[in-house]
């Protein structure tokens, strides 16, 4: 009877350490298909057969051991790239095809980050991107903001990005309103214009809404401030002052942005 038992319990021993064994290789093995690869501070883990799925590319070299690459402090293969844009170049890599989110402006970073990783795929369908996007009409709107009593005493922002202007318009006005706080008759708004009802020259040059009670609170400048700083924020460029005759931005009567 003793013996049995001796048996049987030796038995399950050994099972059990199989089992263990078992599960330790598996652990192991699934530990070994995924890399962790820090691009530019960027911490990206991924399986290598993703890395490998193009031949005679940067990242696949790296896998095979073809091309050294440095370690981090932590252990970790250390690419001095742009780490952001790395995740682009990784969903390529897992979908085969280019898949960018709404409004993505980088066409060019992203094309330097494709010949880097050797990418010629991902290159391809950047350059094609680009090029659609050139092509794209994209038809420049405005924005007015005058005088009700002279159109030709005000701003003129253009722009070839009508969305933008109509957050510029929703900007403005907010900040007229704050300006103007209990004054609404002040100003109008129509689809592109804002309406002021009356600006005075000041002393200094600078053209103010004048209210009621004879107070100065709404400078244009004060606007045109908020137009170029919003503008900027939103990554778009100053092409250029349109009457270039005012001799500055500050005093110039229209601005023109663009991406």
Not at 17 to 23: I, P, R, V
Not at 70 to 90: E, M, N, S, W
Not at 172 to 182: A, E, T
């Amino acid at each position: 009877m003793e013996r049995k038992i001796n048996r049987r319990e030796k038995e399950k021993e050994y099972e059990g350490k199989h089992n263990s064994l078992e599960d330790t290789d598996h652990g192991k093995n699934c530990k070994s298909t995924l890399m962790t690869l820090n691009v530019g501070g960027y911490l990206y883990i991924t399986q290598k057969q993703t890395l490998t799925k193009y031949p005679d590319t940067f990242l696949e070299g790296i896998v095979n051991g073809k091309i050294l690459c440095p370690f981090d402090a932590d252990g970790h293969y250390f690419i001095d790239r742009d780490g952001l844009l790395f995740r682009h170049v990784l969903n390529f890599l897992r979908n085969g095809e280019l898949l960018l989110p709404e409004g993505f402006r980088e066409n060019q970073l992203l094309a330097q980050e494709a010949e880097f990783f050797q990418l010629k795929g991902l290159a391809e369908e950047v350059k094609s991107r680009w090029e659609k996007e050139q092509l794209t009409p994209r038809e420049t709107t405005f924005l007015e903001i005058t005088d009700n009593h002279d159109r030709s005493q005000g701003l003129r922002i253009f722009c070839n990005a009508p969305d933008f202007i109509t957050k510029i318009k929703s900007r403005i006005v907010l900040v007229s309103k704050s300006r103007l706080d209990g004054f609404p008759e002040e100003f109008s708004v129509s689809s592109n214009i804002i309406q002021f009802k009356y600006f005075i020259k000041s002393e200094n040059g600078t053209r103010l809404v004048l209210k009621e009670d004879n107070t100065f609170v709404c400078t244009l400048e004060t606007l045109k401030f908020e137009a170029i700083m919003m503008a900027l924020k939103c990554g778009f460029r100053l092409l250029t002052s349109l009457d270039c005759s005012k001799g500055s931005i500050v005093h110039s009567d229209a601005l023109h942005f663009i991406k």
